[in-house]
């Protein structure tokens, strides 16, 4: 028999399972209140109360408050300076999001093409010219690309330019790689095609071509021939398997 606390057990698990019972409850007591430092408010979730837990949610903070906004930078989009609310944008682009999940959505316009191949098209064209946190603006915002005023403000007016995709995986590609995004400079093309025109594009296709022969004497890895050539190993396998540079 084992004394612990004035309380006797028989065995060591009896032990065991009532030190796991005691310390439940002290969790439980812990988490009767907000865990931050001075608010007695009832916990809601992940350890906040509502309060915090609201702060947490809409702005990744659960100490956000409105006086310190001014603090927080302004609105990551291209030409907008307005402060930042949430997100990376301001109040009018994050409401946008959060409604629309765009935060160029354009309400007054009824198209009735939310969510289509062209209509994605036309946001990510977008988003990576004015939005700062795209992963390929430095590949165009950041290089002075843009897209032209009837574009950028009205999906309806890039529909009517480009029209719909002539094939399911077509994307749009300039025909100017340092031009514009307008429609003299614009059509659709294949993801090869595409490919062909980036700034980053160092292989030829008579590079290609050596590549394929060297592939085919064997003994030499996707990942060697990207080395060889100055590519990323994918970018040979995509070659080889005939998705790139036909």
């Given at each position: 028999?084992?004394?612990?606390?004035?309380?006797?057990?028989?065995?060591?698990?009896?032990?065991?399972?009532?030190?796991?019972?005691?310390?439940?409850?002290?969790?439980?007591?812990?988490?009767?209140?907000?865990?931050?430092?001075?608010?007695?408010?009832?916990?809601?979730?992940?350890?906040?109360?509502?309060?915090h837990?609201?702060?947490?949610w809409?702005?990744?903070?659960?100490?956000?408050?409105?006086?310190?906004?001014?603090?927080?930078?302004?609105?990551?989009?291209?030409g907008?300076?307005?402060k930042?609310?949430?997100?990376?944008?301001?109040?009018?682009?994050?409401?946008?999001?959060?409604?629309?999940?765009?935060?160029?959505c354009?309400?007054?316009?009824?198209?009735?093409?939310?969510?289509?191949?062209?209509?994605?098209?036309?946001?990510?064209m977008?988003?990576?010219?004015?939005?700062?946190?795209d992963?390929?603006?430095?590949?165009?915002?950041?290089r002075?690309?843009s897209?032209?005023?009837?574009?950028?403000?009205?999906?309806?007016?890039?529909?009517?330019?480009?029209?719909?995709?002539?094939?399911?995986?077509?994307?749009?590609?300039r025909?100017?790689?340092d031009?514009?995004?307008?429609?003299n400079?614009?059509?659709?093309?294949?993801?090869?095609?595409?490919?062909?025109?980036?700034?980053?594009?160092?292989?030829?296709?008579?590079?290609?071509?050596?590549?394929?022969?060297?592939?085919?004497?064997?003994?030499?890895?996707?990942?060697?021939?990207?080395?060889?050539y100055?590519?990323?190993?994918?970018?040979?396998?995509?070659?080889?398997?005939?998705?790139?540079?036909?």
């Amino acid at each position: 028999m084992v004394c612990v606390g004035g309380i006797a057990f028989r065995g060591k698990y009896h032990v065991l399972l009532s030190l796991y019972r005691h310390t439940l409850q002290d969790v439980g007591r812990i988490m009767e209140t907000c865990k931050i430092k001075d608010c007695k408010k009832k916990h809601k979730a992940k350890g906040y109360c509502n309060k915090h837990y609201l702060r947490l949610w809409n702005h990744g903070d659960p100490l956000f408050t409105k006086q310190n906004r001014e603090h927080s930078g302004y609105c990551s989009i291209i030409g907008c300076k307005n402060k930042y609310e949430a997100k990376g944008y301001c109040s009018r682009h994050y409401l946008k999001y959060r409604k629309y999940g765009d935060p160029f959505c354009v309400v007054k316009e009824q198209h009735g093409m939310w969510g289509t191949p062209e209509y994605y098209t036309w946001r990510d064209m977008i988003n990576r010219c004015y939005y700062n946190k795209d992963e390929s603006y430095q590949h165009y915002g950041n290089r002075g690309i843009s897209v032209c005023k009837q574009w950028r403000h009205s999906f309806i007016t890039f529909f009517k330019d480009m029209g719909l995709k002539p094939f399911p995986k077509a994307q749009i590609d300039r025909i100017d790689n340092d031009g514009n995004y307008e429609p003299n400079n614009c059509h659709w093309v294949t993801a090869a095609g595409n490919c062909r025109n980036k700034e980053t594009t160092i292989l030829t296709m008579g590079k290609a071509k050596e590549i394929r022969s060297l592939y085919k004497q064997g003994n030499i890895s996707h990942a060697k021939l990207g080395v060889m050539y100055g590519v990323h190993g994918n970018t040979i396998t995509a070659l080889l398997h005939n998705r790139t540079w036909q």
